[in-house]
C-alpha cells in the first residue's frame, strides 16, 4: 500500500475556476503535510505547509486538512493557465522523519 | 524561502565516466540534505539522505557505490554518479532542511541537474 496517494491526473480546469487536488496518507500518525508546485522540467517549489485539521488560506491556494480522514487538499481559486504544473502532496509523519511525497497531480488550466 | 542551488544545471558525459554535483544552501547552514532523482513522467524517488559529518543513509535499491555522498560542511553536499551508463541519465534534484524552530522544519529544492549519459 503506497504511503501517500494522489490521482495523477491530467485535471484539467478552465480558467478562473477552483481546482481541487486531493491527496489520501495512510499513516495516521503523520503530523504535516506540504504541497509542492513543480513546472515541467523544474524543481518542486513549496507552496504551502499546514499542521492542524482545517483550512490555511494564502492568496489563491487553500490548504484543507482532515486528519480524521487522513486527507489533505490543495484548492487553487481563480485558476490561471501558468498554475499549469504538476502538484506533490507531501507528508511527514514525525519530527526528525522524511518527508514521503505523493506520486503528483498534473493541473491543467484551459484558457 | 530559503535558497539552495546546484551545480551544474546540466551535463552530458560518456559512459564509464564520473560525473559530481553539487548542492549548497546559500542563506542558511543545512545539517541534512537530501538526494532524490526523478525520471520523466515520474515522481520524486528519494536515493539518500545526507547529514553533515556522517555517512549517507541510501534508500533501498539504492547503490552506495555508485552514488558516492560526501557531506563535508553545513552548506555543501555533493553527489557523484561513478561510472556513469546510460540509465543513469535523469534528473537529480537536491533538498535541504530548514529548521523553522522547535520541532519544526521544511524542505526546500535545489533546482536540479539534468544527467545525460551518451
Known amino acids: 500500500q503506497k504511503e501517500v496517494e494522489q490521482n495523477s491526473g491530467p485535471l484539467s480546469v478552465p480558467e478562473g475556476a477552483i481546482a481541487s487536488l486531493n491527496c489520501t496518507y495512510s499513516d495516521r500518525g503523520s503530523q504535516s503535510f506540504f504541497w509542492y508546485r513543480q513546472y515541467s522540467g523544474k524543481s518542486p517549489e513549496l507552496i504551502m505547509f499546514?499542521?492542524?485539521?482545517g483550512d490555511k488560506e494564502d492568496g489563491r491556494f487553500t490548504a484543507q486538512l482532515n486528519k480524521a480522514s487522513q486527507y489533505v487538499s490543495l484548492l487553487i481559486r481563480d485558476s490561471q493557465p501558468s498554475d499549469s504544473a504538476t502538484y506533490l502532496c507531501a507528508v511527514r509523519q514525525a519530527y526528525g522523519q522524511n518527508f514521503v511525497f505523493g506520486p503528483g497531480t498534473r493541473l491543467s488550466v484551459l484558457p | 524561502g530559503a535558497v539552495v542551488s546546484q551545480h551544474p544545471s546540466w551535463v552530458i558525459c560518456k559512459s564509464g565516466t564520473s560525473v559530481k554535483i553539487e548542492c549548497r544552501s546559500l542563506?542558511?547552514?543545512?545539517?541534512?540534505m537530501f538526494w532524490y532523482r526523478q525520471f520523466p513522467k515520474q515522481s520524486l524517488m528519494l536515493m539518500a539522505t545526507?547529514?553533515?559529518?556522517?555517512?549517507?543513509?541510501?534508500e533501498q535499491g539504492v547503490e552506495k557505490d555508485k552514488f558516492l555522498i560526501n557531506h563535508a560542511s553545513l552548506t555543501l553536499s555533493t553527489l557523484t554518479v561513478t561510472s556513469a551508463h546510460p540509465e543513469d541519465s535523469s534528473f537529480y534534484i537536491c533538498?535541504?532542511?530548514?529548521?523553522?524552530?522547535?520541532?519544526?522544519?521544511?524542505?526546500?529544492f535545489g533546482p536540479g541537474t539534468r544527467l545525460t549519459v551518451t
Open positions: 499546514i499542521y492542524s485539521n
Open positions: 542563506d542558511f547552514q543545512a545539517t541534512t
Open positions: 545526507s547529514n553533515e559529518g556522517s555517512k549517507a543513509t541510501y
Open positions: 533538498s535541504a532542511r530548514v529548521e523553522l524552530g522547535q520541532f519544526s522544519y521544511e524542505q526546500y
